[in-house]
C-alpha cells in the first residue's frame, strides 16, 4: 500500500476515536455516614450559565445546610478551555437506612440517582468531651505485603479554629501517601457538637513483621470562650496527639501469582463492543476494570491481547480513584480502536488478570470472554491507492508516476507539519513571554525566586482546594512561608492579611469558601504587596533598595 493513504487512514482512525466525557455529573463525598453526621453533595457541570439547583426535592430526607458555588475553567485536550461550575451543599439525614438522592435539573439537564448508607449512631470516640482530639482508623490489622490498606485520620474539634496544621509521620517500613482532599463534615456526640476534617491515606507495608503507625499531630488556635474574650485571651493554643496503630504485615505467599496484585475484588466489564466490522475501518472496544483495594499506581496496564488479523490502537486510559469503606478504589476505562486488515471471521481474546484474594487468601482470575465477530468487505486498499494515484496522473496530463514521487511527497508533508509545529511554538513563546518574565517578587541579590507565579495562583483560585490555595499563597513568599499566618506577618496590605483570614474561617470554621475566593482574587490581583524591610543601621543608603523582597 502506498505511503500516503497509509498515513491518511491512519489519521483518520486516531481522529475517530477521541474519549467522551460526562457534561454534569453528582457524587457523595461520602456514601456511608452515621446519624447525626453529615455529607456533602457536588454537582460539577460544564454549562457557564447554569445556576444553583433547586434542592427543595431533598427536604424530607434531609437537613440542608452549606450551600456554596465555584466557577471556573479547566483545559482540556487539544487545547482550549471549557466551563466547570461546581455547587455543593451538606446533607444530614433526618433517619438511618438506605436514603436516596434523587435526580436534579441542572440547566438543561439532570444528574443521575444516588443512594446514601446511614447507619445507627456509632459509640462515641474514646476522648470525646475535649475540646480537640485525634481518632486513626486502618481498614485491616493483618494486611499483605505491598497490599493498599486504607488509613483515615479525622481530627474532632469543638472550639472553632482559627488555624490548624494536622501531621501524620511516616511509619518505618510502609509508604504513606495522601489521597483526595479533606472532606469536612459535622458530628453530635453526648451532645456536644464537633467539626469533624477527615483526611485519607493509602499506606502500602514494604515488609512482612509488625508494623507500627505513628500517631498523628495537631497544633492549632482556637477562639476562646465568653470569659476569655472579655479580659483579652480570645485565642488559645490547642494541641492534640493521636493514637498509633500496630499491624501485623503477612509475607507473600509462595504460591502466590506473577505480578503480585493484593486485593479485596476485581471486576472485569465490557462497556461497549463493535455491531458491525469493515476490514479497513476502525471499530471501538470499550473495556472497565474496577480493583478494590489499590491505586491506580498499582495495577497493570490494561491492556487487550495480540490479535490476529487486526490492527489494535489504545487510547490513554481513563482513571478514577475513590476512598470508599475506609480504602482506596480505582475504576480505569480504556478504548481500542480495532482495525481489521480483511474480511472475514475474527477472534477478540479476552482481556485476563491474576489477583490475589486477601481476604480469603487464595488466587483468583478476573476475565473477560472472546469475542467472535464477522469482518465485511471494505473498501480495498489498491482501489483507494489507484485512486488518489490517479488523481496525481491526471494534473501532470500522463498515466505514470514515478514511486520516488511518493516518497517527495511525504518528505514534503511531514517538512510542512514540522514547520507548523515549530510556527505554533514560537507563538505560544510569544503569548507566555509576559507572565514568565515577570515575577512577583524581585528576589534579592541570590535569594530564591517565589514557587508561585502570579498566573499559577490565578489559576489555583479558580479551580483549587483550600490545601492548595495555602501552598499558593504561601509560594509567594521567597522563601516560602511555613505558614499562612507567617504570611500575613510580612504583608504591608490589610485587605490582603483580611483576604487570608477569610480563607482560614472557611477552612476551618464551615465559612463561605465562595466568598474568600473572591476576597483573594480582588486582594492579589496586582501581587502581594510586601512591608518595607528594616534599615540594617543608620549609616545605610537613603537610596530605597534596588530589590525589594519580602522580609526574613
Known amino acids: 500500500m502506498a505511503l500516503l493513504p497509509r498515513l491518511l487512514g491512519w489519521l483518520l482512525v486516531l481522529a475517530c476515536i477521541a474519549p467522551a466525557q460526562a457534561a454534569t455529573r453528582a457524587w457523595l463525598d461520602r456514601e456511608r455516614i452515621g446519624v447525626g453526621e453529615t455529607t456533602t453533595l457536588n454537582i460539577e457541570t460544564d454549562q457557564a450559565g447554569a445556576r444553583m439547583p433547586d434542592f427543595s426535592a431533598l427536604a424530607p430526607d434531609f437537613v440542608l445546610s452549606g450551600h456554596s458555588s465555584t466557577r471556573g475553567s479547566e483545559p482540556v485536550a487539544g487545547g482550549g478551555h471549557r466551563p466547570r461550575v461546581l455547587f455543593a451543599v451538606a446533607l444530614q439525614p433526618r433517619r438511618e437506612g438506605l436514603l436516596t438522592v434523587p435526580a436534579l435539573r441542572v440547566g438543561a439537564e439532570s444528574t443521575a440517582p444516588l443512594v446514601l448508607t446511614v447507619l445507627p449512631d456509632a459509640t462515641a470516640p474514646a476522648r470525646a468531651g475535649e475540646p480537640v482530639f485525634i481518632e486513626a482508623e486502618a481498614?485491616?490489622?493483618?494486611?499483605?505485603?505491598?497490599?493498599?490498606?486504607?488509613?483515615?485520620?479525622?481530627?474532632?474539634?469543638?472550639?472553632?479554629?482559627?488555624?490548624?496544621?494536622?501531621?501524620?509521620?511516616?511509619?518505618?517500613?510502609?509508604?504513606?501517601?495522601?489521597?483526595?482532599?479533606?472532606?469536612?463534615?459535622?458530628?453530635?456526640?453526648?451532645?456536644?457538637?464537633?467539626?469533624?476534617?477527615?483526611?485519607?491515606?493509602?499506606?502500602?507495608?514494604?515488609?512482612?513483621?509488625?508494623?507500627?503507625?505513628?500517631?498523628?499531630?495537631?497544633?492549632?488556635?482556637?477562639?476562646?470562650?465568653?470569659?476569655?474574650?472579655?479580659?483579652?485571651?480570645?485565642?488559645?493554643?490547642?494541641?492534640?496527639?493521636?493514637?498509633?496503630?500496630?499491624?501485623?504485615?503477612?509475607?507473600?505467599?509462595?504460591?502466590?501469582?506473577?505480578?503480585?496484585?493484593?486485593?479485596?475484588?476485581?471486576?472485569?466489564?465490557?462497556?461497549?463492543?463493535?455491531?458491525?466490522?469493515?476490514?479497513?475501518?476502525?471499530?471501538?472496544?470499550?473495556?472497565?476494570?474496577?480493583?478494590?483495594?489499590?491505586?491506580?499506581?498499582?495495577?497493570?496496564?490494561?491492556?487487550?491481547?495480540?490479535?490476529?488479523?487486526?490492527?489494535?490502537?489504545?487510547?490513554?486510559?481513563?482513571?478514577?480513584?475513590?476512598?470508599?469503606?475506609?480504602?482506596?478504589?480505582?475504576?480505569?476505562?480504556?478504548?481500542?480502536?480495532?482495525?481489521?486488515?480483511?474480511?472475514?471471521?475474527?477472534?477478540?481474546?479476552?482481556?485476563?488478570?491474576?489477583?490475589?484474594?486477601?481476604?480469603?487468601?487464595?488466587?483468583?482470575?478476573?476475565?473477560?470472554?472472546?469475542?467472535?465477530?464477522?469482518?465485511?468487505?471494505?473498501?480495498?486498499?489498491?482501489?483507494?491507492?489507484?485512486?488518489?494515484?490517479?488523481?496525481?496522473?491526471?494534473?501532470?496530463?500522463?498515466?505514470?508516476?514515478?514511486?520516488?514521487?511518493?516518497?517527495?511527497?511525504?518528505?514534503?508533508?511531514?517538512?510542512?507539519?514540522?514547520?507548523?509545529l515549530a510556527w505554533a511554538l514560537r507563538e505560544r513563546r510569544r503569548a507566555g513571554a509576559p507572565a514568565r518574565r515577570l515575577p512577583l517578587v524581585q528576589p534579592r541579590g541570590d535569594a530564591p525566586a517565589p514557587a508561585t507565579s502570579l498566573r499559577a495562583l490565578r489559576e489555583v483560585l479558580v479551580a483549587g482546594d483550600a490545601r492548595e490555595l495555602e501552598a499558593a499563597l504561601c509560594g509567594l513568599a521567597a522563601p516560602s512561608a511555613a505558614s499562612l499566618e507567617a504570611l500575613s506577618a510580612q504583608l504591608d496590605d490589610p485587605g490582603q492579611r483580611a483576604a487570608i483570614t477569610m480563607l482560614q474561617e472557611a477552612r476551618w470554621n464551615d465559612g463561605d469558601m465562595a466568598a474568600a475566593r473572591r476576597a483573594l482574587q480582588e486582594a492579589f490581583a496586582r501581587g502581594p504587596r510586601w512591608r518595607a524591610p528594616a534599615p540594617a543601621d543608620a549609616a545605610a543608603s537613603l537610596l530605597p533598595p534596588l530589590y525589594p523582597g519580602p522580609r526574613m
Not at 482506596?328 to 484474594?357: E, I, K, M, N, S
Not at 488466587?363 to 480495498?380: F, I, Y
Not at 486498499?381 to 501532470?396: K, L, N, P, S, T
Request: proline content about 10%; cysteine-free.
Open 139 to 420: 481498614d485491616t490489622d493483618a494486611p499483605w505485603v505491598q497490599q493498599s490498606v486504607g488509613y483515615t485520620l479525622r481530627l474532632y474539634y469543638a472550639t472553632p479554629l482559627v488555624s490548624g496544621q494536622l501531621d501524620q509521620p511516616v511509619p518505618d517500613g510502609a509508604a504513606v501517601h495522601r489521597v483526595g482532599s479533606d472532606v469536612q463534615y459535622s458530628r453530635e456526640i453526648a451532645g456536644r457538637r464537633y467539626t469533624v476534617v477527615e483526611r485519607r491515606f493509602v499506606l502500602v507495608p514494604e515488609r512482612s513483621g509488625t508494623l507500627v503507625v505513628p500517631g498523628a499531630r495537631f497544633e492549632g488556635t482556637g477562639v476562646g470562650g465568653f470569659f476569655d474574650d472579655m479580659f483579652g485571651g480570645g485565642r488559645r493554643a490547642l494541641r492534640a496527639q493521636g493514637p498509633s496503630r500496630v499491624l501485623q504485615v503477612q509475607p507473600v505467599p509462595a504460591s502466590a501469582p506473577q505480578p503480585w496484585l493484593p486485593l479485596q475484588s476485581m471486576q472485569l466489564r465490557y462497556l461497549a463492543t463493535p455491531q458491525e466490522l469493515r476490514a479497513g475501518e476502525a471499530a471501538t472496544v470499550d473495556v472497565e476494570l474496577v480493583a478494590d483495594g489499590a491505586a491506580a499506581s498499582q495495577l497493570p496496564e490494561l491492556r487487550l491481547p495480540p490479535v490476529d488479523g487486526a490492527q489494535v490502537f489504545p487510547e490513554p486510559p481513563q482513571v478514577d480513584e475513590l476512598f470508599e469503606r475506609g480504602r482506596p478504589r480505582t475504576r480505569v476505562t480504556r478504548r481500542f480502536a480495532v482495525v481489521p486488515v480483511q474480511a472475514g471471521p475474527l477472534r477478540l481474546p479476552g482481556l485476563r488478570q491474576a489477583w490475589w484474594d486477601v481476604d480469603a487468601g487464595v488466587e483468583r482470575t478476573a476475565a473477560l470472554p472472546d469475542l467472535h465477530l464477522e469482518v465485511e468487505p471494505g473498501a480495498p486498499a489498491a482501489a483507494v491507492d489507484d485512486a488518489v494515484q490517479a488523481a496525481f496522473e491526471a494534473g501532470r496530463g500522463d498515466r505514470r508516476v514515478h514511486p520516488g514521487a511518493w516518497r517527495w511527497l511525504a518528505i514534503g508533508l511531514a517538512v510542512l507539519w514540522l514547520g507548523t
